[in-house]
């Protein structure tokens, strides 16, 4: 997701800094270059060959060491994100203060800057530093974390640097475009249960992480958005309007419906059972007796969607068994959607529980078949044709 970007990295004198290597190693496994700039402060934590090593390539340091490098490594930089930020770098940035490389470096910077402050909470509470971040806020710097926790000098309180993975998301979503700014989203995602009894019920292979990854893109694009998930692992994506657990498809038709008026897109990518058995007993069925279960439908929510005179734009997944493009045309004629997409489960790599999904994208006049490529990836040429879509 971060392919081809050029990330400017400052590390400062913060307890956090070890954690610098994972977060380069991360920030690259998402395709982004990193350069590295630290502070003298910062050099007493982690070594500047850790950050080399880890970077794959030359560490900054020195203002004076390459005259020109504060002005050429901002230049050529699409986002500066400095994590750790001690209160010393976040009150230097705040008041215009360039006494070193990374100081200076930020004052010559043009684009998007991301901070994750990190310091003892009574650091962070001070009303000095509380004013620094205020002024920064107010000039468009991006803040994530700090979080609440056990902190190194072992108090409790907030000042803990933001998990890895908060500040990966943070980078990506301000190097997201935000065509779905002001935008009301309600994504479903997971599989649904229908209960046999009070133990048992049939369900199906999803895991939510297709609804999952498409929610996250949704929030990095600036939409509103609702989760709507059947029993899934996963963490919910941060920054949700609302979160709303369900465990049967009737309960997720609820939870949709409840949320719909004012809804501008919906996507439907949980994997609802399609079947539920006729009678639920309330007892446990026992293990002697012959079993034979009827079962019914259960409601079909895309459709009812669908047959709605004022709708939202409606996106239907079909994972099919075999490349049966033929059935999911029919299905987003039949649904009345306005997009299908389309996978075939039975494709190694594709479809249910594993990280990657081979689709094509089915609109009224036009289809957009994709290689295999990560969730993440598809969610995000997902919300592309989405976008155009609502620009038409
Ligand atoms: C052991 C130790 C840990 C420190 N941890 C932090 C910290 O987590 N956050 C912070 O703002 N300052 C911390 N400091 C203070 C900074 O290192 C100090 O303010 C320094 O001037 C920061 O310089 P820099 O912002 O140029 O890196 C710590 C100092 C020491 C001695």
Request: hydrophobic share 35%; proline share 5%; aromatic share 8%.
């Given at each position: 997701m971060l392919k081809n970007k050029k990330i400017l990295l400052g590390i400062t004198g913060?307890?956090?800094?070890?954690k610098a290597v994972d977060l380069i190693r991360r920030l690259k496994d998402d395709g982004a270059s990193v350069t590295v700039i630290m502070t003298d402060a910062s050099k007493n934590f982690i070594t500047p060959l850790s950050l080399q090593i880890a970077s794959g390539s030359k560490v900054y340091s020195g203002?004076?060491?390459?005259?020109m490098s504060h002005i050429e490594l901002s230049r050529d930089a699409d986002l500066m994100l400095i994590a750790p930020a001690t209160a010393n770098i976040i009150g230097k940035f705040a008041n215009g203060i360039a006494d070193d490389l990374l100081s200076t470096c930020i004052l010559s910077f043009r684009g998007k800057v991301v901070i994750a402050p990190s310091m003892n909470w009574r650091m962070y509470e001070n009303p000095m530093v509380q004013g620094n971040l205020k002024r920064l806020t107010a000039h468009g710097i991006l803040q994530v974390g700090p979080d609440k926790g056990t902190l190194a000098c072992g108090e409790e309180g907030?000042?803990?640097?933001?998990?890895v993975n908060e500040i990966t998301e943070a980078v990506k979503s301000a190097l997201s475009?935000?065509?779905?700014?002001?935008k009301k989203v309600i994504v479903t995602g997971g599989p649904t249960r229908e209960y046999l009894d009070p133990v048992r019920f049939i369900s199906n292979r999803s895991s939510g992480k297709m609804g999952y990854a498409v929610a996250g893109e949704c929030i990095r694009r600036g939409a509103e958005v609702i989760l709507i998930s059947g029993p899934s692992a996963l963490q919910a994506p941060k920054g949700l309007k609302a979160f709303f657990k369900v465990e049967t498809a009737g309960e997720m038709r609820e939870a949709v419906f409840k949320n719909l008026?004012?809804?501008d897109i919906v996507i439907m990518a949980a994997a609802p059972a399609d079947f539920s058995p006729e009678k639920k007993e309330n007892i446990k069925i026992g293990k002697s007796e012959k079993l034979s279960i009827k079962f019914k439908n259960t409601p079909d929510i895309i459709a009812e969607i669908g047959k709605l005179?004022?709708?939202?734009?409606l996106v239907g997944f079909a994972a099919e068994t075999g490349k049966r493009l033929d059935r999911a045309r029919a299905k987003r004629t039949r649904k009345g959607a306005d997009i299908i997409v389309f996978n075939?489960?039975?494709?190694?790599?594709?479809?249910?529980?594993?990280d990657t999904n081979k689709i094509t994208i089915i609109e009224k006049n036009k289809e957009t078949p994709l290689p295999m490529m990560t969730k993440y990836k598809a969610a995000e040429a997902i919300m592309d044709v989405v976008s155009e879509c609502l620009s038409k």
């Open positions: 913060g307890v956090a800094a070890y203002l004076f060491e390459d005259p907030v000042g803990r640097m933001a998990e475009k935000k065509d779905l700014s002001k008026s004012k809804t005179k004022r709708r939202p734009l075939d489960v039975t494709e190694a790599g594709s479809g249910f529980d594993v």
